[in-house]
């Protein structure tokens, strides 16, 4: 029998502080009392589960997952499932934060939370990854439940993944209950527009920002650091509104074109390549820290958190970061990037696109009816173009960053709400 030892805490910006040092900035200039502090700091729940999985060669392996859920001050816990090898505690109660402030920014009722197994994908067959998302269901039976906390895809998952949650959960519970879980493919009560969703919120919050920065997107062209369910669909989305995509990446690398990339065409060079951009020849080869620094008006950091960070922040020269992933930019970047007057548009109102479609998923599970992409793609651009002026408005009144903005606008409703529920003592 092997255990996977997760990877460890180390003290380098980790998110969480990240997460923290703005939520301290935002709660200094709100100024909320130390009690209620430490009821929006501290997570409701945290879980974390040892679940041994049949291997196909028979042996047994342990993996470690976790499930935290941070708030369910505005409604039940929502947030996604990662699975990567390097996932840990301390990066899921980030993340699980995110999705409260996130929820909170866009207005949907729900508190946040965030699920990860410290698991290789790429490295696991498809047997392999349904026994242990399995395994993961079991062990959240009681966790999981469409009025108490709802899980969706995050990195390293997809709807197949959560076809197996809902199925597991169904066979446990003994009856289908759709609304557990979102991000499902279209046959199990999945929505339209969900794949997209996060992408299109990119877009739409660049649009916005784009406006106050009086860039005009034919005139603009884009980086776009990440070629997964985020960074393409938002590629795609911004090139059918006129801006130019320099430079696309993946893990396979980053590939840079000064007469614009072609995204439907690498979209399709990916599917037909495994899920990589391994080998793209209609761009040049850079490398990945190139791909940041590329004199661009945009840049859309969409693959994970920790990048943009106190060493590269200065040699940005993008006008305008759209953050398609989630804690892309770390605490100590965020002064060096204000300093510059490079405007943000900080993860919890750009990529909630995602979130605000799962909960339209939720909605539609709930009244048992569908609603068309039209319907969908309308409701979910107006919340994006609602939040993005509200925060845009509050960052205005206090002379501060929209990251800062956002934590404000997310912080102030989630303690007013709480205060309004009535707490303990
Ligand atoms: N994982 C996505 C996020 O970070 C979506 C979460 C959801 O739809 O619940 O926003």
Redesign the pocket.
Known sequence: MQYIEPAPITDKENPLESMMSRFDAAVKILGISDEMYYILKVPAKQVIVGLPVTLDNGKVEVFEGYRVIHSTILGPG???IRFDPHVTLDEVRA?AAW?TW?CAVVDIPYGGAKGGIACNPRQMSAGEIERLMRAYTLAMIDIFGQDKD?????MGTGPREMAWLMDEYARAKGMTTQAVV??KPLVLGGSLGRTEA?GRGVMVSALAAMDKLKLNPYRSTAAVQGFGNVGSHAANLLTEKGVKIHGISDISGAYYNSNGIDIQKAMAYRDANGGTLEGFKEAELIGGEELLTLPVDLLVPAAMEDVITKSNASKIQAKLIVEGA?GPTSAKADDIINEKGIMVVPDILA??G??TV?YFEWVQNRIGYKWTLDRINRRCDRSMKDAFSNVFEISQKHNVSLRLAAYILAIDKVATTYKFRGGYG
Request: charged share 15%; glycine share 20%.
């Open positions: 929502k947030g996604g993340l999705m996130k709802i899980p969706a895809p995050d979102t991000g996060t989630n990529n909630a995602g979130v799962s």
